[in-house]
């Protein structure tokens, strides 16, 4: 199973949801015309986001699965390993991957597979007949003009999302700690100030700068 370029249809296979071998879209236009930008996977039940083409792993059309190198958490992963008794994946061994609104099966985690499918072992392999997708970008008219650059590759774009993701991390860790150091700061001289006027016998709800002379009068 090689990792697919450019449309996620290549080869004959649609992602639009359950079993379309001949490469064609649910409004019959061609899976390569219909395909153009990052695909989010839904719970066909409840709607709920389990993935995006980001985190692409495999592709295994024959067996209707589109697999992710990761999920959110809500695609929750069953404890109880099963034996496949799918025609041409007798042998297989999988976790159950259900989604976490509303409990229905979305797809598998495989411990072992059969011959050809190793590319989905230790994957999240979602079941396309389980969810509906939604390309992003698909509201704008047209497509892209002749000359824009290709898009990037899978891997490329999934190290630039954890990149990303760990800076946004680390600035909220530097934010978080610039703003308990600035109530450390702010609180020993609000403290110190009083004590001071205290000891000087001044009541500090009443307190006001002034010149000297002035309070000497």
């Not at 991957?97 to 590319?119: F, H, K, S």
């Not at 824009?148 to 700690?177: C, D, G, H, Q, W």
């Not at 004590?195 to 009068?217: A, C």
């Amino acid at each position: 199973m090689e990792r697919p370029r450019g449309d996620y249809a290549e080869g004959g296979y649609g992602i639009e949801g359950g079993d379309m071998q001949d490469g064609s879209t649910q409004d019959g236009s061609s899976a390569a015309e219909a395909i153009n930008g990052p695909i989010v996977f839904s719970c066909a039940k409840c709607r709920t986001i389990l993935g995006d083409t980001f985190a692409f792993a495999a592709v295994a059309p024959e067996r209707n699965l589109f697999a992710l190198q990761a999920v959110p958490e809500t695609v929750v992963c069953g404890k109880t390993r099963k034996a496949s008794e799918t025609r041409g994946d007798e042998g297989s061994v999988f976790y159950e991957l259900r989604c976490a609104e509303c409990d229905a099966a979305v797809g598998r985690r495989y411990v072992t597979a059969a011959q050809g499918m190793d590319a989905l072992r230790n994957t999240y392999a979602l079941d396309m007949g389980c969810v509906v997708t939604y390309e992003l970008g698909r509201c704008m008219d047209g497509r892209p003009p002749a000359d824009a650059p290709p898009p990037p590759e899978f891997y490329a774009s999934a190290a630039l999302y954890n990149e990303l993701a760990m800076v946004k991390s680390n600035v909220t860790a530097i934010a978080a700690r610039l703003q308990t150091l600035e109530k450390s700061v702010a609180s020993p001289r609000s403290a110190a100030g009083a004590r001071k006027r205290h000891s000087q016998g001044l009541n500090p709800d009443i307190y006001h700068v002034d010149s000297p002379k002035r309070l000497g009068r």
